[in-house]
């Protein structure tokens, strides 16, 4: 099988040569950055994560920061969340949506200052889209791309590693807010964050040449507890119903559809992007949802189930947009983005290269009560 | 050392199944597709290339189509290049600019009808740009990414091979022109254009399903000449002074400091984007020039030569952008995005993974003279 050239044009995170001395396996570009995705032990990063903790190069999760007068106003358009209430120092999840209601994007909006949002993004050009609307509607703000790469140190035992080198004060940081802090000189960010539903701590590195120096000390630091080498777990993140951006939608796949019907916000100001598509999506009701599949059979699936069919009795009712093997469940599992017609608990067939495996639809996150 | 995985996310082009039968050995994402970018033997793919015919899966060169009664108008607005003279089945290069005049891509234009535009892009979301100010701006036209995928045959012989599939009218497609086509019931538009100096045409196929069917056609019809199999060439690019938007430039590049300024029309209408900027650009001098860089030493340095120091007695003026081996000149040359203070035929020095090498500053292209 072919690869993809780690060529020029792709970007190596501050993180690169940490990971390289840690043995990464494998990348995917990400925010055109090289993002790990593997070292080579893929259940015993899932078990780390689960039971212990692990550290994670996420610096491909760049911040798009809008800074100036304008800057809060552009960060509402942006996002059919209402934003009005955010404190600085907390940072809240929103969808970012085009104008038709369909989903760009699905940041962490961090308010770092009256006149200064982070945008910490998920794999497309919000920096460009942000340009855009800012420069068409005459805003006073900068739109930039700042020195900043986060490192995520996630699972149960992430907190006492946290503290173990910045202080028991990160123990008080609530969910999604952060705090600035300092380590051997390293500027950075301290935010109670991260891509799983394990609990832990995104670290953001403020200074790209320190890269190596931050991953060190927090993995000499997290070595009491046999810190783990991850990276953003498909399978824990499947089983715990987070979403990827671009992997779990189309083009055309509006909040409603996705779970994120929680985070749009009908009220806000008339100017926001899409904000008339959603009203009207959600007074006519979204055509399709998204439910978990589980599938027949107790064997991991070898490669990546991506976009295939899934039917009841023969029609197509959606896609299952990807799969992956759950530890947990022990079972091959996927998210469907389907017809509002298809429930949970249904039989249906997923076309799996050639081959038609029997599934059931769950609910979201997945139990193993659901095998 | 690792490799990108080839994840989900990634699309498939629909030559892939081809290329992987051919042998590929690696790609790069492209517009979030698999771009095929080697198959083992590149002297010989260069050879092919200036010497006889060689065909390349370029689909990752997607095309963003523009529909409606202001599609032309958008067209207009997005490109500092007065397209008002366009006629139906003529394609134009165009640098797309943002408002501060910096360019994010250099697609074809091709004005498919008068209602109709495709922009053939180079590796940004384009789509999402144009989505944007078309929305904001309230114009009636639809954005959207159609089912084209280009295939190009490129190389002296390549008019021969593409007139005997399609027949001899082909060979009057002035450059950059394109006609409508059909092949065992293929849907296409040939154009005479193609990512490098020595001739050729693109197939824009316009059935996905049919990908293996048309690299079949042409790859027998190219068996007389015994057709390579190849990818969008970096030997040949540089020597021939292609542009690669995103290698050879940063997010501040504007067209006048990488050779485009003959693309800029300074008298379009003041409503097209960044021509305020490129106004005053061009009245005060740009800062910087694309120049080409002839290395001391005649073996190929291995490894992607990108974003080097370049200085001149200590000072740096600029960096080396992209750097490749030429078979031309049998010596690695790179193009230099540097002040304009630095000259032809000033030396140099490059600082190349921690070593310092002599090089010449040259004209682009590069000619053996310049070695």
Redesign the interface.
């Known amino acids: ?10 970007r190596r995170s501050p993180y690169y040569e940490a990971t ?1 001395a840690e043995g ?6 990400y925010n055109d950055m ?1 993002l ?3 070292y080579g032990n893929p259940e015993a990063e899932y078990r780390n994560l689960v039971d212990n903790v692990s550290m994670w190069d996420v610096a491909g999760e760049r911040q798009i920061q809008l800074l100036g007068p304008d800057a809060a106003d552009l960060a509402q358009v942006l996002s059919a969340r209402d934003l009005s209430k955010a404190k600085v120092g907390q940072g809240k999840y929103v969808p970012v949506c ?2 038709g209601g369909s989903v ?1 994007n699905d940041p962490i909006a961090l308010k770092i200052a009256d006149d200064c949002f982070w945008l910490s993004i998920a ?3 919000v920096g ?2 942000a ?3 800012a ?3 005459g805003m006073n703000v900068e739109v930039s ?1 700042p020195d900043v790469s986060p490192l995520a140190v996630q699972g149960p035992n992430a907190e006492d590693v946290v503290a173990s080198i910045f202080g028991d004060w990160i123990r008080k940081l609530r969910f999604f807010w952060f705090s600035d802090a300092e380590i051997a000189g390293i500027p950075l960010k301290i935010a109670r964050s991260g891509w799983s539903k394990q609990g832990g701590f995104e670290l953001y590195l403020m200074d790209g040449s320190r890269g190596s120096d931050l991953w060190n000390i927090v993995r000499e630091a997290g070595e009491p507890w046999d810190i783990g080498i991850g990276y953003p777990n498909p399978s824990e993140r499947m089983e715990s119903g987070l979403l990827s951006w ?2 779990d939608c189309d ?1 055309q796949t509006n909040p409603f559809e996705v779970r994120l019907g929680d985070y749009v916000d009908l009220d806000v100001p008339d100017d926001v ?1 899409g904000i008339a598509a959603l009203r009207r999506i959600a007074a006519e009701g979204p055509k399709r949802h998204q439910l978990g599949i589980v599938l027949e059979g107790d064997q991991p699936r070898p490669g ?4 295939h069919d899934v039917a009841i009795n023969g029609d197509k009712v959606g896609d299952m947009t ?1 799969g992956t093997w759950s530890y947990k469940l022990e079972r091959n599992i996927g998210f469907g983005l389907l017809s509002v017609d298809a429930q949970i608990g249904q039989e249906v067939d997923v076309q799996l290269d050639g081959e038609t495996v029997g599934a059931k639809l769950t609910d979201i996150p997945f139990t193993v009560e659901d095998r």
């Not at 990464?24 to 570009?29: G, N, R």
């Not at 990546?304 to 976009?307: D, F, N, P």
């Open positions: 099988m072919a690869d993809i050239a780690i060529h020029s044009r792709l390289v990464v396996t494998s990348f995917i570009p090289l790990p995705l593997g085009d104008h760009i794999d497309s050009d460009m889209w340009r855009c609307v420069a068409e509607r791309e671009g992997g083009r992007i990546h189930m991506k976009w990807c």
